[in-house]
């Protein structure tokens, strides 16, 4: 009876040691973030993961590192750390231009409350950019004249866009291809008083392609101006006239004294002309004799002196 009690004891004491030494980390460390996952819509790969619930009396940070072909061949399986996803407080990290190729990429996670850190968790399986999530682009067709404009919105780099036209009226169709560094299509010289119509589909480099728009149709009114120039030509004039406003202001407060009398300088007013004509007095005949009877005084030199 005593042996069966002991080797009973034995045996969850072993029990309990190998649950000790296979799981420290469970019980005296940070737990680890939980469903860690690649959301992969349109060729960009954002990795998300759910946080541990711990009592952290500071604000819970995470690390995210990944690892590719080149690193787990050329450089001995090493992880590489996601350069704007070190120590952040959001449950997510772009990585977008970490992924680089097609080939599969492995992603991991971990926690850290102050000191204290948690293990690595990784993903399920390694991701591959072609497993992508593939929309319907987001089009927007404009006309002004005889031209049409086609714009995208959110264009990969790793794809391109095909835009298909054609006349509602006829079966010829016109693909074109837009690119994130081109993401506004321009086609001009359309027959005026036509229906044209537009579709778009989103196609990868390595082939996958997305779903199609529906037909977007329009109708070219005519050869006018275009309607997206007057914003332009508008804004321009506003620029130049505050320009104008702005020199002619800073003209008047910087102006010095003697360059601004230069800029406005007062002419001197003309003599008074003189009259060559005789002036003609209406006297009275009283005042006539009066006049002629006074003679008029010379001093000479003299005089003058000796009434000095």
């Known amino acids: 009876m005593f042996g069966t009690d002991s080797g009973g004891m034995i045996l969850r004491c072993a029990v309990m040691v190998v649950i000790l030494v296979n799981c420290p980390d469970d019980i005296w460390t940070l737990p680890a973030p939980s469903r860690v996952f690649v959301d992969s819509v349109n060729m960009k790969h954002t990795l998300r993961w759910r946080p541990p619930r711990t009592a952290c009396n500071t604000t819970v940070l995470f690390s995210v590192q990944y690892q590719g072909e080149f690193e787990l061949l050329v450089k001995n399986g090493s992880w590489m750390d996601a350069f704007d996803c070190q120590q952040i407080p959001s449950a997510h990290c772009d990585l977008t231009y970490e992924v680089g190729s097609d080939s599969d990429y492995d992603m991991r996670v971990r926690a850290q409350c102050g000191s204290e850190l948690s293990d690595w968790t990784k993903l399920v399986s390694p991701f591959n950019r072609r497993n992508t999530r593939l929309t319907v682009p987001e089009m927007t067709v404009k006309t002004a004249g005889d031209t049409l404009q086609v714009l995208v919105k959110e264009l990969p780099l ?7 036209v054609w006349k509602e009226d006829e079966q010829k169709k016109t693909v074109y291809l837009m690119t994130a560094e081109k993401p506004t299509l321009y086609i001009e010289s359309l027959q005026e008083g036509k229906v044209y ?10 082939g996958v392609p997305s779903n199609t728009t529906p037909p977007h149709c ?12 007057t914003p332009t030509t508008v804004t321009l004039t506003v620029i130049i006239m505050l320009g104008l ?7 008047v407060v910087h102006c010095h004294t003697g360059s601004c009398q ?16 005789p002036v003609i007095l209406m006297l009275e005949p009283t005042q006539y004799e009066e006049l002629c009877e006074l003679k008029p005084q010379v001093l000479n030199s003299d005089s003058v002196s000796g009434e000095e």
């Open 158 to 164: 790793s794809g391109a866009v095909s835009v298909t």
């Open 197 to 206: 119509c537009v579709t778009a589909q989103l196609t990868l480099h390595s």
């Open 218 to 229: 329009v109708i070219v009114t005519g050869p006018e101006s275009a309607a997206w120039r």
């Open 245 to 251: 406003l702005f020199a002619v202001f800073w003209s």
């Open 262 to 277: 230069n800029f406005f300088k007062k002419e001197e007013q003309p003599h008074a002309i003189g009259l060559d004509f």
